[in-house]
């Protein structure tokens, strides 16, 4: 029998509540060891569905149509244990930390529960209360060493997100009044039978302006960099942020897709916005200097492949970006974490600045190293499959080229990254930095994730099968052609950089972008009307 999929929610919740009564040391404890039994708990879930299938639960004996719904199923379930192992590994990061007290470890497995249910919920309603509460708490979390500019950035998304949820209730509510339901199994059998489009489309474009802000989707993303890459964010706080909520964003869009799909086809639409947000994207990450902000925007390009994956017309290519959504979490996180270290011993953020980190920080440079690899699509690594299986779904068309350039923008982006772990330390230290008390146990953390991007290009046959149900075959006789293919696209992202666009003024004016919550609204704005238009046009 399975255990209670709402256990899942309120574990990580009630040990926050628990750990305010204990003193500190022992609530560190209590935070690190709830992450057991949740992940005992989803794991038996999870080998639950593996065996029967997806199961469903209503919370008080409702009505499914009435109650709280929660459903367990192989995508929900891979993303809870997603999350569970983030979230132990940035526990064990933060452990030292002289900002963490009870009410940071409350917030933020709060926020961990929240997140496992806005993954285990199948009723529209219950997915918006669960966002709009996340959002506060990430918010709060953002904020919590403030400083003039982490304010301004908190704050900023948190409107932005309050403005997006409102338009998602606005759909919600025009969805009820059109359709009778609100969870999504209810609705796909409602609209699968549905004869009149047109009274779907205000419904549906409330819905998907407001997930495609959540998954920072162009236009939409410019809130993203502010709350990702604001200098008083807790690094973890910017690891599950990049690496696991923008996540939320697409989880719901692929469902949204799943319900709306049989009466709405846009997926060639969003194919187009996909690969605009990852052109964008690794351009703007390309002009910055910030290495967060670096990340940041390079988390926007990635979603951008991600959304391109899901909206092609190929098995492979939807369950290739499905993989690169938990390989992204992986390496992106390990980005962010190695990024913490780096800055706090350095004492600065700007890439012009830090020179030698495998020199000074060996351990670190490593698991940036086996990031970077990974996001690359260096050959045997994580990202590397995921995107040869979107690749392979592209077929020999000029969206296989334009997968390229994306490719290709993402080892520019990355050269440039990885700069900063060459040369000589503008400051040599006596002892390498990871051998430090206080700095071990974070840097192990980095070293342990980034060894994870090794093993799921390694894994990645049997880890698909696991995790999705499905056998993607891997061919390892095409591994020499590519080798050859990464290496030419890494000596062509060297030299595009070194010799070009290190100086190009166009990139460094390009920096300087950046919207007011006025402009965020109106883009907003925008986009719903743009959506409408578009869809009025087609049904």
Known sequence: MMVPLYVLILVPILAG?????????????????????????????????????????????????????????????????????????????????????????????????????????????????????????ISLLILFKPNSESIYDGMIYLL????????????????????????????????????????????????????????????????????????????????????????????LFFRLQDVFEPVLNTRSLFLVLGLLTAVIGFILAIAQKDIKLILAYHTVSQIGLIMTGLNMDHDYARYGALYHIINHAIFKATLFLTAGLISERYKTRQIGQIRGVWREMPAVALASL????????????NG?????????????????????????????????????????????????????????????????????????????EPMTRLLFGVALPVDWSQYGRKTLIFLLLLGAGASLYHFGLKRWRYLQQARGLDLSFHDICLTLAAFFAGLVIILKIWY
């Open 384 to 460: 590397s499959m995921s995107k040869a299986w979107i690749m392979y779904g592209a077929g020999p068309t000029g969206l296989s080229i334009a997968l390229y350039i994306i490719n290709l923008g993402t080892v520019v982006s990355f050269v440039k990254y990885a700069s900063m772990l060459w040369g000589k330390p503008p400051e040599p230290s006596e002892a390498p930095f990871w051998g430090k008390p206080g700095h071990r146990l974070p840097a192990l953390v980095c070293v342990f994730l980034g060894l994870l991007c090794l093993l799921g290009g390694i894994l990645s």
């Open 160 to 251: 932005t997100n309050i403005v997006a949820m409102t338009f998602f209730l606005f759909g919600l509510g025009l969805l009820y009044k059109t359709t009778g339901a609100v969870d999504l199994d209810s609705l796909k059998r409602v609209i699968s039978g549905f004869e009149d489009s047109d009274r779907l489309i205000l419904p549906y474009a409330f819905l998907m302006t407001a997930v495609s802000l959540k998954a920072a989707l162009m236009p939409l993303f410019s809130w993203l960099p502010k709350a990702h890459g604001t200098p008083g964010a807790p690094t973890i706080v910017s690891a599950v942020l990049s690496g696991l909520y923008v996540k939320c964003g697409v989880y």
């Open 17 to 137: 509540l628990a750990l305010m009564a204990l003193p500190l040391r022992w609530g560190k404890a209590l935070a690190l060891a709830s992450q057991i039994p949740l992940a005992v708990m989803a794991g038996q879930a999870f080998l639950t569905v593996r065996r029967f299938g997806p199961r469903l639960q209503v919370i008080g004996g409702w009505p499914q149509t009435a109650g709280i719904t929660l459903r367990a199923e192989l995508l929900s379930l891979d993303l809870v244990l997603l999350s569970i192992l983030l979230f132990a590994c940035l526990l064990l990061y933060n452990n030292g930390k002289p900002y963490v007290n009870k009410t940071f470890l409350f917030l933020f497995l709060s926020f961990q529960g929240l997140v496992n249910g806005i993954f285990l919920s199948v009723d529209l309603f219950n997915i918006f209360v669960l966002v709009e509460v996340s959002t506060v708490v």
């Open 370 to 381: 086996l990031a970077i690899l990974g996001i690359t699509g260096a050959p045997l690594f």
